[in-house]
């Protein structure tokens, strides 16, 4: 079973910088795709930037694209995401997520991922 843990986050103000960190263990397939998406209360969750572990290949969605960076450590089992120039529009619960197989940016589904339990990033004026 996927164990996903983030950890970082927290407030910062416009033009700052935040870095999350998600810990990724109990995975079974030997190639999957593992990232960031983010949530706002009463929408739906959207991809940020994911990463793929057989190849390497990095996907941004176009509001963070420049701005954010996803990297992985493969010997700490960690992935990051690196967020400079914050807006205030960044502010969200984001999670880490995970499933088997390539990526595919934005995902057509959801369905399949496993989840961390999210956590928050504040961006203020």
């Known amino acids: 079973q996927v164990q996903l843990v983030e950890s970082g986050g927290g407030s910062v103000q416009a033009g700052g910088s935040l870095r999350l960190s998600c810990y990724a263990s109990g995975f079974t397939s030997r190639t999957n795709c593992v990232g960031w998406f983010r949530q706002v209360l009463g929408k739906e969750r959207e991809g940020v930037a994911v990463?793929?572990?057989?190849?390497?290949?990095?996907y941004y969605s176009d509001s963070v694209k420049g701005r954010f960076t996803i990297s992985r450590d493969y010997w700490k089992s960690m992935f990051y995401l690196q967020m400079n120039s914050l807006k205030p529009e960044d502010t969200a619960t984001y999670f880490c997520?995970?499933?088997?197989?390539?990526?595919?940016?934005?995902?057509?589904?959801?369905?399949?991922?496993?989840w961390g339990q999210g956590i928050q990033v504040t961006v203020s004026n």
């Open positions: 997520g995970a499933v088997a197989g390539y990526c595919f940016f934005p995902p057509p589904s959801l369905e399949n991922y496993s």
């Open positions: 990463i793929y572990t057989g190849g390497e290949n990095t």
